[in-house]
């Protein structure tokens, strides 16, 4: 109530203040402009008055002056008139005028002495009045004067009138208008905020379980709610976490959060800045369709995950490729930004590409070319020397973008990720020796004889063992890097460390497995579990009818073994009729690079087969594949996570692949089955998964038959324990790991004056 009376008071006090300030201008304007009035009407009977005296042939005669002065005498709130010959004696005067007048006052004499009209308020004998007087003349000359006199109270009475109708005006307006805004502000301001701190109020007494109010539309407000929201997000965080902690203290685990992540790695880097290189930028900025405002994207990855909390930590830099379409509208002269949105603490420098060179160096080299090679999927990889030339121009560019932010800077400690830029570590190591340079190779490393086909294999080994670091998902791919090292330059390997020495330079070669953030406790407290009622409403919006469902989740990649999935789910209906009309697979199918001729191909290969299988066993309501070929939320993937009663990752060559851990860190139910592909990299930590050859048509088929006949127990069994590999090995143990090792790596470190040289 105070609240809501200190915002309203002022209010009433500056109505009232603008209304009595009003109210005093009206009664001088109403004052003016009666007097103004008064004054023209005085001025024109005297002037008639005037005309006829001078112009009546018996002016003389003392009778009729007072008949002409008496017949214009009858006006309303007129005192009376007076005519007085050139001496000043009254020759004619109004019963109604006091007898001061029975001589001719001073403003008559000035009259006559000016030979024109003259007016005044004078006030007589403590009577307001309103004089106006002329000459008279009779053959040209003056011969005496004359007055009208009207009495002026009736302005002072008209204006008490006003003055009392407007007060009282006020007055009322100003309740009317203090009760509105009353009513008003606590509607939609005091009442919505008092909501909101007691919803603060619970989420600090520990209770995050309320839903947050909802505040009126507006900018203030908008501005508000959003603060608010990250204030309440970050409050259920930081408690999560302090919990969190002080349980893997009372346990004495190991586990590895944001928050350990950022104070471990503070502790280490000393101060030593860090730098993280990618193709793909951590937020996009982009414009909506329709009224072209600037709204914020953020590209699911793991890799922000990990990264974002140690950026944070030391302020650092993340250079990447500006590839949203409102990307350079929100950048300084620098090109750079902070990041995040809702709390900068970190900068984003942006690197503009043509399209003439994004479709050589990123379509072209990078993805027709080093990823069919290093997915052993039996696509043929496309090396055009054209392609070649644009992927060293952007690797350059890169490279001397990385250098001019390090200027100046002491030991900086630079993360390179993925195939993009094989080129780059070498590139920056020539040019600053002292910096930490490491590059996680995100995808496979095939063997050496399927490496050696590149024409320019040489070329990228060389461009990698310029880092200190080089890290792959698994020990198989850093094995197969070794080797084509081996074969490809003249270095020295050493097996025992996995380390390369080649002119006077040292290459580590590590397994980091990458993992996903595993949620929180208290994170999943809002999501509703997923019962026979909601698959049955899942069931209804993809307009079929189905009991049992399995998910898939994939860029649409020849890599991925979709079809090869599909085979198998035609193969498992086959042998099992009685799942026919109750069991149908959701294929999340998100087109990708369809600017790539062979991956348009692709997705009408996928199409035609969901098709072909379709058109076999459908019956009514039911079909045994539904394809959804767009991009969906994580949301709204979990979602099909929790209702699905098994995931199929049947990938025909990968590094890791996050979707099988993304499905095991959704099911805290320890419910459903992961029918995981034995060449993907987390098929050497999940061995608890359905683990298939996707080649292998017939054992998909039993797979999907044993992960749908599993009961209860067998289910949580094999859950739980893969939720705890998920749960201890998540994606800050890989953060941690990679940059703990690369911080504790020892290089050459020059004086300042060489540093300022090379930057």
């Keep these: 109530m105070r609240t809501t009376l200190k915002l309203v008071l002022p ?41 006829s005296l001078e112009s009546s042939p018996g002016r003389a005669n003392d009778r009729s002056l007072n008949h002409i002065v008496e017949r214009y005498g009858q006006r309303e709130h007129l005192l009376g008139v007076a005519v007085y010959d050139v001496t000043g004696k009254a020759i004619a005067i109004t019963p109604g005028l006091p007898s001061s007048f029975a001589t001719r006052p001073a403003l008559a004499s000035r009259a006559v002495q000016l030979d024109d009209g003259v007016a005044d308020f004078p006030s007589v004998n403590g009577q307001p009045l309103h004089i106006y007087a002329v000459p008279l003349h009779h053959n040209g000359e003056v011969n005496g004067s004359l007055i009208v006199v009207y009495d002026t109270g009736f302005i002072e009475s008209r204006l008490g009138h006003t003055l009392r109708d407007s007060l009282v005006n006020t007055l009322v307006q100003t309740l009317l208008i203090t009760a509105f805004a009353f009513l008003l502000v606590r509607w939609t301001f005091a009442s919505p905020l008092a909501k909101m701190a007691k919803w603060l109020r619970t989420l600090r007494a520990g209770s995050p379980s309320e839903t947050p109010p909802t505040l009126p539309q507006g900018e203030i407000f908008d501005q508000l709610h959003n603060e608010v929201r990250h204030l309440a997000h970050d409050l259920t965080s930081a408690r999560a976490a302090a919990r969190e902690e002080a349980q893997l203290r009372e346990t004495q685990s190991s586990l590895w959060t944001p928050d350990r992540l950022r104070v471990s790695l503070e502790s280490k880097l000393h101060g030593d800045a860090l730098f993280v290189v990618s193709n793909r930028e951590p937020y996009m900025h982009v414009f909506n369709e329709g009224d072209n405002a600037i709204r914020v994207i953020v590209p699911a990855s793991g890799l922000v995950t990990a990264l974002e909390p140690v950026l944070q930590a030391c302020h650092g830099t993340w250079v990447a490729n500006g590839s949203g379409s409102a990307d350079r509208e929100v950048v300084d002269e620098h090109d750079h930004i902070e990041v995040p949105p809702n709390l900068p603490s970190y900068t984003l420098r942006r690197v503009w590409l043509s399209e003439e060179e994004d479709r050589g160096y990123y379509e072209g080299f990078s993805n027709e070319g080093l990823w069919p090679l290093c997915h052993i999927a039996h696509t043929r990889p496309l090396f055009r020397p054209e392609d070649w030339l644009f992927y060293q121009r952007i690797n350059r560019r890169f490279a001397d973008v990385v250098l001019d932010e390090m200027a100046g800077t002491q030991s900086p400690i630079l993360l390179v990720q993925d195939y993009h830029f094989a080129l780059l570590p070498r590139m920056v190591k020539e040019a600053r020796p002292d910096v930490r340079v490491a590059v996680f190779w995100h995808i496979p490393w095939p063997n050496p004889e399927a490496f050696g086909i590149c024409p320019w294999q040489r070329e990228l080994v060389e461009g990698l063992l310029g880092a200190d670091l080089v890290g792959f998902h698994v020990q198989t791919h850093c094995n197969n890097f070794l080797q084509t090292v081996d074969r490809a330059l003249e270095a020295l390997t050493d097996w025992a460390r996995f380390d390369v020495s080649r002119q006077g330079h040292v290459t580590r070669v590590r397994p980091y497995p990458i993992s996903v953030a595993f949620p929180q406790e208290g994170q999943s407290a809002h999501i509703i579990r997923i019962t026979g009622e909601g698959r049955a409403a899942l069931s209804a919006e993809l307009g079929i009818e189905a009991s049992v469902l399995g998910v898939g989740v994939d860029r649409v990649d020849y890599t991925k073994g979709i079809i090869e999935r599909f085979r198998g789910i035609e193969r498992f209906l086959e042998l099992h009729p009685s799942y026919q009309r109750r069991f149908s697979f959701v294929e999340i199918g998100a087109p990708s690079r369809t600017d790539i001729p062979r991956y348009r191909q692709f997705l009408d290969e996928v199409i035609a087969e969901s098709e072909r299988i379709n058109a076999r066993f459908q019956s009514g309501r039911w079909k045994p594949i539904v394809l959804l070929k767009r991009h969906h939320s994580h949301e709204e993937i979990e979602r099909f996570f929790r209702a699905a009663s098994l995931c199929m990752v049947t990938s025909l060559h990968d590094g890791m692949n996050l979707v099988a851990k993304e499905f095991i860190a959704t099911r805290d139910d320890n419910r459903g089955a992961l029918i995981l592909s034995t060449f993907t990299g987390a098929a050497h930590e999940l061995t608890d998964a359905l683990l298939v050859n996707p080649y292998d048509i017939d054992q998909m088929a039993s797979a999907i038959h044993q992960a749908l006949e599993f009961d209860e127990s067998e289910q949580a069994a094999r859950m739980s324990r893969m939720r705890n590999i998920v749960r201890e090995q998540n994606v800050f143990r890989w953060a941690a790991n990679l940059i703990s090792d690369l911080v504790e790596i020892r290089v050459e470190k020059p004086q300042n004056s060489e540093v300022a040289r090379a930057s």
């Design 11 to 51: 209010l009433a006090i500056s109505v009232l203040c603008v209304s009595i300030v009003y109210t005093i201008y009206q009664v001088r304007t109403e004052r003016h402009n009666l007097r103004n009035d008064l004054s023209h009407r005085s001025a024109v009977l005297a002037e008639n008055l005037q005309e």
